[in-house]
Antibody
């Protein structure tokens, strides 16, 4: 069974930092590019970041987070991470980990909530 | 403001068909053909329903179909069922340059089954 389990969310003050993790199982993790997609409370989906598989070794970011967020992966642990710094109130959202195939997000985790507030 | 425009809401009765549109503003949907559609029930993670405009993942009923015409993509749900009531999002992969991988979502459409 394919599983993506996010963790690391919580309450953080504006300007603070947080590191999210996503543990994958049930599929060939090393071959899949992985993404972070977020959803602010009551709002729509927003793509945040993509990390290619080890053969490409490239990362991509939405303009809204570039320079503040860093995506990485540990294929030995079948995990992907999102390090967030300089957090703002508008970063408050559920953060989903998603694996992409065919230019689409084939598999999703259940999400982890990040709240940026003083 | 989303680069992809969807109607805020659509509705239909059980057994009927509904179509949700997704119009690219600055995104040329017709050129890329990399449109996907997601279903999201309240409190749940999104689920992939359509990818590469017309393809259905394993397990998605053939009542769900996708298409494009010019700069507009569409999701059609035929034989509406109560469990189809959900939010639906279109999404387009945007690779302005070779090797670039970014995506943009539409604002979402709430489907109500009357």
């Amino acid at each position: 069974e394919v599983q993506l389990v996010e963790s690391g969310g919580g309450l953080v003050q504006p300007g603070g930092s947080l590191k999210l993790s996503c543990a994958a199982s049930g599929f060939a993790f090393t071959t899949y590019p992985m993404n972070w997609v977020r959803q602010a409370p009551g709002k729509g989906l927003e793509w945040v970041s993509n990390i290619r598989n080890v053969s490409e070794n490239k990362m991509h970011y939405a303009d809204s987070v570039r320079g503040r967020f860093t995506v990485s992966r540990d294929d030995a642990k079948s995990s992907v991470f999102l390090e967030m710094s300089g957090l703002r109130a508008e970063d408050t959202a559920i953060y989903y980990c998603a694996g992409d195939y065919g230019y689409a997000f084939e598999m999703w985790g259940q999400g982890t909530m990040v709240t940026v507030s003083s | 403001q989303s680069a992809l425009t969807q109607p805020r809401s659509v509705s239909g009765s059980p057994g009927q068909s509904v179509t949700i549109s997704c119009t690219g503003g600055t995104i040329d949907i017709g050129t890329y053909n990399r449109v996907s559609w997601y279903q999201q029930h309240p409190g749940k993670a999104p689920k992939l329903m359509i990818y590469e405009v017309t393809k259905r993942p394993s397990g998605v009923p053939d009542r769900f179909s996708g298409s494009t015409s010019g700069n507009t993509a569409s999701l059609t749900i035929s034989g509406l069922q109560a469990e189809d009531e959900a939010d639906y999002y279109c999404c387009s992969h945007v690779g302005m340059h070779v090797g670039m991988h970014t995506w943009v979502f539409g604002g979402g459409t709430k489907l109500t089954v009357l």
